[in-house]
């Protein structure tokens, strides 16, 4: 007998609808007949408190008012509920969530690679296209790597970050002052937010 199993495709696909649907905060709230406490702290429809009350006294509450009754802070002793429509409170709960996921901003880090030999136009065209992405609010990595026995002469790679910053001091500040890691010398520059 053999067992077919699901396709590599399906599985990846309902991986990856997982991870969409995942939200910041916990939408599984237990909501009236889910509740397993004999006691709750009852918050009202208008957002009186009741007290502590039985869970039968609390859905008789929540009945009246043509509403559901929530538990929203499980963990408390003994657990709060409250008195809403579940619905428009989950409808609103994943509102707000897509509002603050668009207004995050996302600081990219651009980075540009030149060498202690990096000829004039070259560092002209590096140092364009480093502010261009500055003026977009991205932060920009300066990289110098070195070969062979350029590695004893750091004071050129310094001079050359030191020349690449001052080219773009008007739209950026230095956050990460030049230093070296291994065979390569870097610095970060990040936008000058004093000019807005």
């Known amino acids: 007998m053999v067992l077919s199993s699901p396709s590599?495709?399906?599985?990846?696909?309902?991986?990856?609808?997982?991870?969409?649907?995942k939200a910041i905060s916990n939408p599984n709230y237990r909501a009236n007949d889910r509740i397993r406490s004999r006691e709750v702290r009852l918050i009202g429809a208008e957002g009186e408190n009741h007290g502590v009350v039985s869970i039968e006294d609390a859905r008789r509450i929540a009945e009246e008012a043509s509403l559901d009754?929530?538990?929203?802070?499980?963990?408390?002793?003994?657990?709060?509920?409250?008195?809403m429509d579940l619905g428009k409170f989950?409808?609103?709960?994943?509102k707000k969530e897509r509002e603050a996921r668009r207004a995050q901003t996302k600081i990219e880090v651009k980075e540009v690679r030149l060498r202690p030999k990096t000829?004039?136009?070259?560092i002209v065209f590096k140092a364009d296209d480093a502010r261009?992405?500055?003026?977009?609010?991205?932060?920009?990595?300066?990289r110098i790597q070195f070969r062979g026995r350029e590695m004893h002469y750091p004071e050129i790679a310094l001079g050359v970050l030191r020349d690449?910053?001052?080219r773009l001091q008007d739209v950026s500040i230095v956050e990460y002052?030049?230093?070296?890691?291994?065979?390569?010398m870097l610095m970060i520059l990040a936008p000058d937010k004093g000019d807005k």
């Not at 590599?8 to 649907?21: M, V």
């Not at 009754?69 to 008195?83: F, S």
């Not at 261009?132 to 300066?142: A, F, Y």
Request: hydrophobic share 25%; charged share 35%.
């Open 8 to 21: 590599l495709y399906t599985l990846q696909r309902s991986r990856n609808s997982e991870k969409e649907e």
């Open 69 to 83: 009754l929530v538990e929203v802070a499980p963990n408390a002793e003994p657990p709060v509920c409250r008195v």
């Open 90 to 94: 989950i409808y609103q709960r994943k």
């Open 119 to 122: 000829s004039e136009g070259h």
């Open 132 to 142: 261009r992405w500055l003026t977009k609010g991205n932060k920009v990595k300066v």
């Open 164 to 166: 690449f910053a001052e």
């Open 177 to 184: 002052q030049p230093s070296r890691e291994g065979r390569s």
